[in-house]
């Protein structure tokens, strides 16, 4: 039996989601009373109420700080991006990816000097090896691996962390071009960032020409089934088309 994703994992990492949630400024000061605090919260302005707001819980219990700093940070991107169903599974994707800092015990900052040990690196072997193993989608493999990227990313460019701990890049970007066709057929080339984060697709080579494309499961028909289809031309059950492949291979015998 296929296993989940997440049961992959030695981890209890998970994601809970806030039935309505809205972002806030917090304001405390301290008390009379020793390590003791009282807190006061305002809206932000022009801050809507978000439904369903998904929150990443680390196996302690305790919300993932830098995780959930990244979901936060995404609703204030234009409304495409900040659509909760697409928050939504890029909470799960990281969330995997918490969950595999937390089975292999490393830190997202894990980032040496040697390219191939760099977390992100391991991360993506990992789900490689999960591919073969297990068939998982590579496609669905490589959705989590765009989140991934695109949390760095965004982590980065928010100075949420020093610059000092992210001197080893997380993967390597590169420009692509990509030929497309507008509306009349014109093709003209468009230039897009990638990543070496992403997988190759696991698809098997087409065939050669002249050979059928069946995966195998194609076979003789047997004595029944060919009498079946011979009454079936009699009685003119039979279309057009195959009518004229039946009177095509009798030319050709």
């Not at 918490?98 to 089975?103: A, D, G, N, R, V």
């Not at 830190?107 to 999960?130: I, S």
């Not at 590579?138 to 691996?145: E, R």
């Not at 928010?158 to 692509?176: A, G, L, M, T, Y």
């Amino acid at each position: 039996m296929k296993p989940y994703l997440k049961d992959l994992f030695d981890s209890n990492a998970k994601v809970i989601y806030l039935r309505r949630f809205r972002l806030q400024n917090a304001n405390w000061s301290k008390t009379s009373q020793a390590n003791d605090y009282d807190y006061t919260f305002s809206s932000l302005a022009n801050s809507d109420y978000h439904f369903r707001m998904p929150v990443i819980i680390q196996s302690d219990g305790l919300p993932w700080k830098i995780g959930n700093l990244y979901l936060m940070g995404q609703l204030d991107t234009p409304p495409a991006l900040s659509n909760m169903k697409t928050l939504s599974a890029r909470a799960i994707h990281l969330k995997y990816y918490l969950q595999y800092l937390e089975h292999s015990n490393q830190h997202f900052l894990d980032l040496p000097t040697q390219y191939q040990q760099r977390v992100p690196r391991k991360f993506k072997a990992f789900l490689q090896a999960v591919i073969e193993q297990h068939d998982f989608s590579s496609q669905y493999i490589n959705n989590i691996l765009s989140s991934v990227a695109h949390f760095y990313n965004y982590i980065q460019h928010q100075s949420f962390v020093s610059q000092s701990d992210i001197e080893n890049k997380p993967f390597r970007e590169r420009k692509v071009s990509i030929p497309i066709h507008n509306n009349v057929g014109i093709m003209r080339n468009i230039s897009v960032i990638t990543n070496d984060l992403k997988l190759r697709s696991s698809r098997k080579p087409l065939p050669s020409l002249g050979k059928l494309r069946d995966g195998g499961s194609l076979r003789p028909l047997s004595s029944e089934e060919q009498e079946i289809i011979f009454r079936a031309f009699d009685k003119n059950y039979a279309s057009i088309e195959l009518e004229l492949m039946r009177y095509a291979e009798e030319t050709v015998e």
